[in-house]
């Protein structure tokens, strides 16, 4: 069976937040919550490298095993989905997570939380497939369509990649390759220039 | 050198057991799924039965979902959409993968189109301002009033104080139409963004070679061994232009340069960063290529054949020694030299610019820099060569092109009379009635002094023939005394047709000048900035036009392709297509038939087809002639066709075309010419896209040869240089008789550009020649200021000490009918009061003036403080924390107040700001002017109320990229 | 511990790497020297593999720039939260389990032992006033809300392995949403009340001296020795100094997870949390020590809550400090008088002293 992965390309990532409104518009998520988000290190200095952040749909997730509701089920495909009829809003899993996936629209009494909203790799949720229910809920389901989520197709450099993990890391590894051969040359401004050739 | 170049191609074939290193980028097999069941089969195997359940009744993606192809408006690049609507409603966007220019991807603002089908924050019917107040007038009363009004101002003043402000988002067919009505009305008072823009790069280019548009491709930067990029930031103005780069920098190993004096997100990813004073442009170009010529790396036979000028440009070089260039703009040789090296190692390299370069009063010199530059390396007219130039909005390379200009008419023809009867034969007129239209004024030649009535023997020129207020003075054609102007009054009504006012400087001034008008109209999607910036209670009317999105048409792209939209959806709310309210205001105004005499209207709407096919008729300069609507619309329909790098189609139903048959597309449509790829590349036939220099200067200069020398296009008949094509030369060639009856009746007496039946430029490619000759490019313009590029201070300036050595222009009485200050500014020392200099730019998520990024939530979201960029120095300096609310004072005493980032992207003692932001007016808030509920989500200053004067010395392009300010806490 | 997102295998890359190494080697043949001026280069080797060389090393959380306004949205990776996870999943939920359950065990088997420990002599009857009604409420309440916060708290901590087995998602989600909702809302309650409780209290939980040595005789339990304790005994203020300090650090954390909009990172949330628990789970464990002290372990003293007075045996024997006080300043009353006092349904206020020489009715 297929594991469905991101990977984000840092080497191409030029944070341009194209995944982040794909998102946005794919699953019409309203302002103030963000399922997909670009955290740039080093801004403004040499070494900024950005990568495009959320859900990683990890093989052993940390936000299923500490949810105190157990809201959380993996696809066959490994993509990490919850149901939100069940999800009570507790925020533990926003803390399990290390990549702070899970977002909370903050509409309670004492602005508590309300439920958890996180990348589905668009894969909808345990509601019917496609219906309209599961979009008002859980956003579009494209992988039932056979496609793949909006942010990785959005790319501006096919940077983020989603998909099967095998082919994936295919890709990378073509990419890594490809750019290995000029790994002495990155980021030299003079010495080594004659070996740019 | 040439053993190194060799061993790159080595690295390429070496098998290394891996499928073809295109995949890397193509994941077309593995990621293509837009269609149902179509594409993913490589999904298919991995997915499972459960997943793949077909979609039910109440679904999004079910039987009557309709796919719309269309083109994103955001910016030149021109990516390709695939919009999904049920029941007339936008409900989704898929990626269109097999697009050859984007291949699927977008950046925030293409990703967020489909916003364009909620339209919150939109104007939403015609608005009048009465005593202060926002009100709905039915569309029949707002043309009513407003063309009252134009013509009493037209009787009671003259037609030249109508201002016509024009788009660059509008569809090719509607700035074709909008010049024309500008032509109609009377008055060359016509502008649109290209002026504040990529002006000076038109002018710069085209009086190089010929053409002033961007010579090869995103797509060729493919073929690039090296990129350089100056003042440009693709990774924020044009992020799916990376993708293009990317590749070069990865599989051709192309070290990637940037030029710029902030450490921008296009730097970070760059090989070479050089950091810049801004408005030094000329010594670091000049600096590069003073150790190319010292090393001897220029290509001499290439200069030999096809470029003028070089030793006058050898001249100017040889002053700018490292130290100098280090001295003037902060860059250390080694940095130049390995620069300069780059490139000359490996060619072809390409050479990009945008804003950086172009918004200075030098701004024409630098763009003439970077042409000699690559002309000195023979980068031109080769695949992967070229200078790259990213145009800004998605159309202003088609406003261009179709002249919204002040100083032309469609297709660069000029003003002459010879060019108005070019025209009014095209648009099946009488020229006298034309003429008839303008104000009956004239001008001595030198445009010096304004002369009464017009007089034959004063050598005086008509209005008709003189550039109009380009719009960034526009605010002066209000505000300065008459008499200085050289029209009859001044301006008084002003028309932003798709127009934000906050792209233009000096916005103290702006608002006084709206204040002085009296009339002010918007036509727009969203009110924009002009609707509460200025303090009127009346004599303002808002009139919703439709997005690009609601409406069809033609786009061209920044590498001169042009795609067709189709409709998504039709016109939220109340809004108008802009061509249906061009006919309903030329109906009031009295030149409707004239504006559409041979264009099919159906319930006041123009049939945009008819109009292409009337660009068509008369575009013969840049050869927008072959790009009938039938073609282009095949185009858009098997744009899957096209090769990624080439951009040609192998097969299909149109094959051997490029898409969007790039102009020149010469001759007819029946020609079937496929578009030019790539400019000035002699290495194909003219037929198949190839094309030589431009002779447009003479054939000779001082004595030399201004026709190419021993370089000539593939299968010429011609074997050296040749001037243009007219009837004349066929005869004398003996090719008149190539021509067809009816070809030879239209092509007697006329030349290329004025021979409406394309005879004499179908015989000229038949003998393998271009159209328009084979020049010579030529390194030295004589007919502008400075006719060898040379570095001059800008006006403002934080180096005082260096305005002795490069001093600005003189002052000058009447420049495009406006006194021009130069001189008289540099002169006072602004350094000390105003010690950092303030430069501006782009932000990947707003466009432009903002008004329609930023009611876009989705966008908005991501960027809600408007932001000054300075270095931990200054900050310290000022006492200023990252975060806090400073106020920017501009050296001519406007100010702004926005949120500090201090971040180390600009050098101690530079400012940055974003411009895309409007709404509060030095510290005001203005939300609350706005007509309910069309607020944008997010406001903030705009940057170019603290920018300054100074205007490009040929375009009167602003300088908005090199000004001086003071940072405070606020 | 997180995986890695993807696995190359080792083989695939070996022909690849040995083919750069070969490149490398000869491209360094073809170096030469230009002759240029100045040959000092600025030599910058990628800087992407210095950052990712700090992210990998995952001590600190990763802080990054991000247009996203939210909390810790400019984070890229929180290294402590697999800690957490693990300990809340893996270490706390099996420490609760094993520390309550172990200290009912415990408690039991001391009762099963030992038995309830009676008053010498009996009960006399003769009672003595020790908690007006301000008092008892205030310790009703508190109890009541802490067991209500302890229940609900556990059904969070305990119910996903608990109680979804038997109840099942759906029911039992209902059940923790209604437990959260309860618990963040008399959360605050608890709160005001303990707060309320410390100020009542505190004069007469002050240390005295005579009360280590109580404590390190273990209240009389450890050898047959008398230990002497005032109002209060050591048990009870440790009792009482225990509820109010980590009382007050639940509470403190409690404010802090209830309310999660003033932009505090996961980190502070985290350590909160575990603050939180660790402190609820001692409190509670201690808690069954104390109510079964006050209720089967010992005779006499659930009166105190109850009524508001004690037998004066009952004093003497636990609070003999105090007992004497009340000899010495007529405090005790007779059977008869409390009888009257219970009868006319007052919760008695005024003793009245036995030497008065009032008789009852």
């Not at chain 2, 303008?438 to 304004?450: L, R």
């Amino acid at each position: 069976m297929a594991r469905m992965k991101f990977y984000c390309d840092a080497e191409r990532c030029i944070e341009c937040n194209a995944c982040v409104t794909a998102c946005k518009n794919e699953n019409e998520v309203p302002w103030g919550v963000n399922r997909r988000r670009v955290v740039t290190i080093k801004d403004g200095e040499p070494g900024e490298r950005s990568l495009s952040v959320a859900c990683m749909h990890c093989s052993d997730a940390p936000c299923a095993a500490v949810c105190p509701v157990d809201c959380f089920y993996t696809t066959d495909n490994g993509v990490v989905l919850h149901d939100k009829n069940i999800c009570i809003g507790c925020g533990y899993c926003f803390y399990a997570c290390p990549f702070g996936a899970p977002q909370f629209p903050m509409d309670g009494a004492f602005a508590s939380r309300g439920k958890m909203d996180k990348c589905t790799f668009c894969a909808g949720g345990p509601e019917e497939d496609n219906s309209s229910a599961e979009f008002i809920k859980y956003g579009r389901n494209r992988l039932a369509e056979g496609k793949l989520p909006l942010c990785a197709e959005m790319c501006a450099t096919k940077a983020l990649l989603a998909g099967d993990a095998d082919m994936v890391s295919d890709i990378y590894r073509k990419r890594i390759i490809n750019r290995g051969a000029s790994v002495l040359n990155w980021g030299v401004s003079y010495n080594n220039a004659k070996l740019r050739s | 050198m040439s053993k190194l170049i060799k061993k790159s191609g080595q690295i390429k074939n070496i098998d290394l057991k891996v499928k073809p290193v295109a995949d890397a980028i193509n994941r077309r097999a593995f990621l293509k799924g837009s269609s149902l069941m179509a594409g993913g089969a490589a999904l298919a195997t991995t997915i499972s039965p459960v997943m793949m359940k077909k979609a039910q009744a109440t679904s999004t993606s079910g039987a009557n979902t309709q796919q719309i192809r269309t083109i994103c408006t955001h910016c030149s690049v021109g990516c390709g959409i695939i919009a999904e609507v049920q029941n007339g409603v936008w409900t989704g966007q898929e990626p269109a993968f097999d697009h050859p220019f984007n291949k699927g991807a977008h950046c925030a603002k293409g990703a967020a189109i489909r916003e364009h089908g909620h339209g919150e924050r939109r104007l939403k019917y015609p608005t009048k301002l009465v005593d202060g107040k926002w009100k709905k007038v039915s569309w029949e009363t707002a043309i009513n009033e407003i063309g009252d009004k134009l013509l009493d101002i037209r009787k009671t003043s003259s037609p030249d104080s109508v201002y016509w402000l024009g788009s660059a988002k509008h569809s090719n067919e509607q700035a074709y139409l909008f010049r024309k009505m500008a032509g109609m009305w009377g008055t060359n008072n016509v502008d649109h963004q290209a002026r504040i823009c990529h002006s000076t790069t038109v002018a710069g280019v085209a009086n190089t070679w010929g053409y002033g548009a961007m010579t090869n491709s995103y797509n060729d930067i493919h073929n690039s061994k090296a990129v350089l990029l100056i003042g440009a930031n693709p990774a924020e103005a044009h992020p799916v232009a990376l993708q293009h780069i990317f590749k070069a920098k990865e599989e051709n190993n192309a070290p990637i340069i940037v030029i710029d004096p902030r450490f921008t997100r296009t730097a970070a990813h760059a090989d070479h960063y050089l950091k810049i004073r801004p408005g030094t442009d000329i010594p670091v170009i000049w600096g590069m290529l003073y150790h190319i010529f010292k090393n001897g790396w220029e290509d001499k036979e290439f200069i030999r054949q096809r470029v003028f000028g070089m030793e006058e440009i050898r001249k100017e070089v040889a002053k700018w020694t490292p130290d100098e260039v280090e001295r003037i703009s902060g860059v250390p040789v080694n940095q130049v030299f390995a620069a300069a090296k780059a490139m000359a190692d490996n060619r072809p390299g390409t050479f990009i610019w945008c804003m950086g370069g172009t918004q200075h009063t030098i701004g024409n010199n630098n763009t003439r820099a970077y042409c000699v530059f690559q002309l000195a390396l023979g980068n031109m007219g080769v695949s992967g060569g070229g200078t790259n130039i990213f145009r800004g909005h998605d159309n202003v390379q088609g406003a261009t092109d179709l002249g919204v200009l002040a100083d032309t008419l469609p297709g660069y023809y000029g003003l002459s009379e010879g060019s108005w009867k070019h025209w009014a034969r095209v648009w099946d007129l009488d020229y006298e009635w034309i003429k008839g239209q303008f104000d009956n004024v004239a001008y001595s030649k030198d445009g010096k002094e304004y002369i009464g009535e017009h007089d034959e023997k004063d050598n005086a020129s008509h209005v008709m023939n003189t550039k109009g207020i380009p719009v960034s003075r526009w605010i002066d054609g209000v505000l300065e005394d008459k008499d200085n102007i050289a029209q009859r009054e001044n301006l008084k009504a002003m028309i932003f047709w798709g127009h934000a006012p906050n792209s233009q400087t000096r916005g103290v001034e702006m608002k006084n000048a709206m204040e002085k008008l009296d009339l002010l109209v918007i036509v727009d999607p969203y009110p924009t900035a002009s609707a509460v910036m200025h303090d009127r209670k009346d004599g303002v009317y808002l009139l919703p036009a439709a997005t690009q999105m609601e409406t069809y048409g033609s786009v061209t792209a920044s590498n001169r392709s042009i795609q067709w939209r189709d409709k998504v959806i039709d016109p939220l709310f109340e809004s108008l297509p802009d061509h249906t309210i061009m006919y309903k205001l030329a109906k009031k105004l009295g030149v409707a038939d004239q504006l559409c005499k041979n264009i099919k209207v159906t319930n006041d709407e123009p049939l945009v087809e008819d109009i292409t096919r009337e660009i068509n008729a008369g575009m013969w300069t840049i050869g927008y002639t072959g790009q009938t609507p039938e073609r282009l619309k095949l185009h858009q329909k098997n744009w899957g066709t096209f090769d990624f790098t080439s951009l040609q189609a192998e097969g299909g139903a149109a094959d051997g075309d490029y898409y969007g048959l790039p102009w020149p597309c010469w001759g007819t449509g029946d020609m079937k010419h496929p578009g030019t790829p790539n400019l000035y590349d002699p290495s194909k036939t003219v037929a198949e896209g190839g094309l030589t220099f431009r002779a447009r200067f003479g054939v000779e200069k001082d004595g030399v040869n201004l026709l190419a020398e021993g370089s000539f296009g593939k299968d010429s008949d011609i074997k050296d240089g040749y001037p243009e094509f007219s009837g004349e030369m066929l005869k004398k060639l003996g090719w008149w008789d190539d021509l067809t009856d009816s070809e030879k009746t239209a092509a007697e007496g006329k030349n290329w550009k004025t021979d409406l039946s394309g005879g004499i430029q179908r015989v000229a490619i038949k003998h393998g020649c271009s159209p328009y000759g084979n020049a010579k490019a030529r390194a030295i313009v004589w007919t502008f200021p400075d006719p060898v590029p040379i570095h001059r201070e800008p006006l403002y300036t934080s180096r005082h000490d260096l305005v002795e050595k490069y001093p600005t222009y003189e002052d000058r009485k009447s420049f495009w009918r406006l006194p021009t200050r130069y001189q008289s500014i540099q002169a006072k020392d602004y350094s000390k009061e105003f010690p950092i200099i303030l430069t501006s730019g782009r932000l990947v998520e707003y466009e432009g003036g903002g008004d329609e990024t930023r009611s876009n939530a989705w966008l908005a979201e991501l960027q809600q403080d408007m932001f000054v960029e300075m270095h931990p120095r200054d900050a310290n300096n000022a006492g200023v924390k990252d975060g806090d609310d400073v106020w920017v004072e501009g050296a001519e005493n406007a100010k702004v107040k926005v949120k500090a980032q201090v971040t180390r992207r600009v050098a101690s003692g530079v400012a940055f700001m974003p411009f895309h932001f409007a709404g509060h007016f030095q510290g005001k808030d203005l939300k609350s002017k706005y007509p309910e509920g069309s607020a944008p989500y997010v406001l903030g200053e705009a940057a170019n109320t603290a920018m300054t004067y100074g205007y490009d010395s040929v375009t009167q392009m602003q300088e908005s990229k090199c000004s001086l300010c003071r940072i405070t806490k606020a | 511990m997180i995986k890695p997102i993807f696995r190359i295998k080792i083989e695939q890359l070996v022909r690849p790497v040995f083919l750069i190494l070969l490149l490398f080697v000869i491209l360094l043949q073809n170096s030469h020297a230009i002759d240029t001026p100045q040959q000092q280069g600025i030599s910058i080797k990628n800087p992407g593999s210095d950052l990712w060389r700090e992210v990998r090393q995952r001590d600190t959380a990763i802080q990054g720039t991000t247009q996203i306004k939210s909390v810790d949205s400019n984070v890229l990776i929180n290294p402590q939260a697999d800690r957490w996870t693990r300990f809340r999943v893996d270490k706390l939920i099996n420490i609760g389990f094993i520390v309550l359950g172990s200290v009912i065990g415990v408690i039991l088997v001391f009762f099963l032992l030992r038995g309830r420990v009676k008053i010498e002599g009996g009960l006399s009857g003769n009672m003595v006033f020790r908690f007006h009604d301000f008092e008892r409420v205030l310790h009703w309440v508190l109890a009541l809300v802490f067991l209500f916060l302890a229940l609900t708290g556990f059904t969070l901590l305990f119910g996903r392995t608990l109680f979804i087995p038997i109840l099942g998602h759906d029911i039992f989600s209902l059940l923790a949403s209604s437990s959260k909702e309860g618990h963040n809302l008399f959360g605050p309650i608890f709160m005001v009340s303990l707060l309320m409780m410390f100020i009542s209290f505190v004069k007469r939980n002050i240390y005295e001296k005579g009360d280590l040595t109580w404590l390190l005789r273990g209240g009389g339990m450890i050898g047959k020795s008398h230990v002497t304790g005032g109002f209060f005994n050591m048990g009870e203020k440790s009792w009482y100094w225990l509820v109010i300090l980590i009382g007050f650090a639940i509470s403190a954390t409690g404010l802090i997870l209830l309310f999660p909009s003033f932009g505090q990172g996961r980190i502070i949330m985290e350590l909160s949390h575990v603050i939180h628990v660790f402190g609820a789970i001692i409190l509670i464990t201690v808690s069954f020590g104390h109510m079964y002290l006050g209720t089967l372990g010992t005779e006499g003293t659930g009166e105190s809550m109850k009524t508001g007075y004690v037998d004066i045996k009952w004093a003497e024997a636990h609070h003999d400090r105090w007992a004497k006080h009340c000899h010495d300043n007529n405090l005790v009353i007779t059977a008869d008088e409390y009888a009257r006092l219970q009868g006319k349904g007052k919760v008695g206020y005024e003793p009245v002293s036995t030497t008065a020489g009032e008789s009852g009715k």
